[in-house]
């Protein structure tokens, strides 16, 4: 980790699917303070490419925060993208999507004192001055007993949207940028959210900034 005293601060937040991203990253921006980058960005992206951000979305090829965002008590987020084309074989607007995302994220990150929830952020942003990159973990089990509690789901329908949706990030995360997704050395903090809870988690990252900074 590169945090010096006095920098500004990236915290980049990548995690398997229901382990509580949403809730930790938003409880994350607001102890420190700091601005929160998830599903704003596809309003911006439509804006520069004169489109809307529901067609933004579906192309992106994002991490669906649907389920995260009810589970954490958020009303708005961007809807999971289904289906989406591997990155070998979009067409030229997904390419430009995916491009003005990416630029986005940058942009921001520029700025400093953010949170930024997926959009492979961490692969993104590597090198970046002030980087704090986290993984969120959790036993399959405990994320589909969260599913099952929070939305109805059978665990047999819960383990096949965990198995999808890690997946796919996966897949993007190998065939966009020829990384292992969730592979330990592309992170700086690795939290298993089934262990310490979601204020835990947050509790772990804040001290971690902090104590960089």
Known sequence: MTITKGRLVIVTISREYGAAGLAVSDGVAQALGYALLTDDLPTAVAARLGTSPQEVAARAGAEPPLAERVLGGLEAGTPEAVGSPPASVLDPFDADVRREIERSVRERAAAGNVVILGRMGSVLLAGSAGLLRVFLTAPKAWRIERLCESF??????????????????????????????????????????????????????????????
Not at 165 to 191: Q, T
């Open 152 to 213: 109805g789901f059978t665990p047999a329908r819960a383990k096949a949207e965990i198995d999808r949706v890690d997946a796919r990030r996966r897949n993007y995360a190998r065939e966009r940028f020829g990384i292992v997704w969730g592979s330990p050395d592309g992170y700086d903090l690795i939290v298993d959210t089934s262990r310490f809870g979601i204020d835990g988690a947050v509790d772990l990252i804040v001290a971690a900034v902090r104590r960089a900074q």
